[in-house]
């Protein structure tokens, strides 16, 4: 059997399982497809797994699902181990990345003092003058919002 017979056989047998799209789209990818194949082959079958996405509630199909092996060893994975200092996170937390994002997420807009300057102290961002706060949003209009507001970020370090 070939790459697209094999591939048409696999897709059957997912449509009439009860996986999700994108259970059935990692199972495509990892028994059927591999990077010897078209392209357009790929394009196929990610379009017709995904027929009934829908993209104005979920946004764009996911085309890579890391697994968790793959979730564990990410930046992101590593920050939620040692994140600490808000109460909301200290006592809702899994220790599950995939689990824990939503709250993260949450986090990061509710309490945006905590979470940035952790991500900051992460990614080693230096200032000259550090900022007198995170941002400073009093206004409907996203444009109009501060982000380290009377701060001089170091820009080279030697």
């Known amino acids: 059997m070939d790459g697209n017979q094999a591939a048409t056989t696999v897709l059957r047998q997912l449509k009439a399982s009860s996986l999700d799209e994108k259970q059935a ?3 495509l990818c990892k028994e059927v497809l591999h990077p010897g194949q078209p392209f357009e082959l790929h394009q196929q079958l990610f379009k017709a797994t995904y027929t009934s996405w ?3 509630q979920k946004g764009p199909a996911p085309v890579w699902i ?3 092996r793959q979730v564990q060893e990410t930046n992101v994975a590593r920050f939620m ?33 905590v979470f940035w300057s952790a991500v900051l102290r992460e990614l080693g961002v230096g200032f000259h003058t550090p900022p007198d706060q995170m941002l400073i949003d009093n206004t409907d209009d996203p444009d109009k919002v501060q982000w380290l507001p009377a701060s001089y970020v170091v820009d080279c370090r030697c």
């Open 25 to 27: 789209w990692q199972r």
């Open 54 to 56: 829908p993209a104005e």
């Open 66 to 68: 890391p697994d968790s």
């Open 81 to 113: 181990q040692t994140f600490q200092g808000d109460p909301l996170w200290d006592s809702q937390r899994t220790g599950n990345p995939t689990a824990d994002w939503l709250l993260l997420q949450q986090i990061s807009c509710r309490h945006p003092e």
